[in-house]
């Protein structure tokens, strides 16, 4: 078993993840700018608390995003921090089709991947597509509107809880580089999430699909956010659904 410090801890795929861990018999810190008992008090934007967090661990699990364009200084900062202290083993999770969709936070990505790449810490990047719990958001941030607008994009929608297990599996071995895409088990496409979602939830609002300009909508129509190969989660947007509003989509 290991010491694993866990960047975002706290977030959307940070709870489960950490859980699984501690499931796994590993001895998990969780980094935060949250001063609690339960958490090691740390800024990844300044670098405070760093050393001390890392401090004896094995595995680096960084899971932490920003909603502004700061994750590739912080990330800067702690590679500075792991690679003078002989860390093992860095975990980074990534996006599904981050190079062919030109998007500002995907190219951040792009840029993280290469930073961690090109350093001389040992690692493993696990790219995923994005969570069911990002099509909820993005539907639910539309409540006072009278219908559901809904890009035509292709996606691929996976649960947190199938990331945080394949996350665990990681940071349990040994380094492996750039690991195989993981994906849900159904491609599909955002309007039909849509429509399952307004079900589940009981809503009358016609949804709208909207075929939108540009690249990176046309790079998510072709099927750039889709993971290559057979999907890994197994949990579906309907199973979300179930357990979101208590009913079956």
Do not use: C
Request: aromatic letters at 6%; proline letters at 6%.
């Amino acid at each position: 078993m290991r010491t694993i410090l866990v960047t975002g801890g706290t977030g959307t795929v940070g709870r489960p993840t950490v859980e699984r861990l501690r499931r796994a018999g590993h001895e998990v810190r969780v980094l935060s700018r949250q001063r609690r008992p339960d958490l090691l008090t740390g800024d990844l934007s300044t670098g405070a608390g760093l050393r001390e967090a890392v401090d004896e661990v094995d595995t680096v699990v960084h899971l932490a995003t920003s909603r502004g364009h700061q994750d590739v200084a912080q990330l800067r900062r702690l590679l500075e921090v792991v690679g003078t202290t002989g860390i093992g083993h860095l975990v980074l999770i990534s996006i599904v089709g981050i190079e062919q969709i030109p998007m500002p936070y995907y190219r951040d990505k792009v840029e993280i991947e290469r930073l961690v790449t090109e350093s001389k810490v040992p690692y493993s990047i696990l790219r995923a597509t994005q969570f069911h719990n990002l099509v909820d958001e993005i539907l639910s941030a539309q409540r006072f509107l009278p219908v559901l607008l809904a890009p035509a994009v292709k996606t691929q929608p996976i649960a947190v809880e199938d990331v945080a297990v394949r996350l665990t599996e990681i940071a349990g071995g040994a380094p492996a580089g750039r690991l195989p895409d993981i994906g849900g088990p159904e491609q599909t496409n955002l309007p039909a999430l849509a429509r399952a979602w307004k079900q589940a939830k009981g809503s009358r609002r016609p949804v709208v699909p909207l075929r939108l300009p540009g690249k990176a909508f046309g790079a998510y129509r072709a099927g750039a956010a889709y993971a290559s190969g057979a999907g890994y989660g197994r949990r579906t947007f309907a199973d979300f659904l179930a357990d979101r509003f208590g009913v079956s989509a």
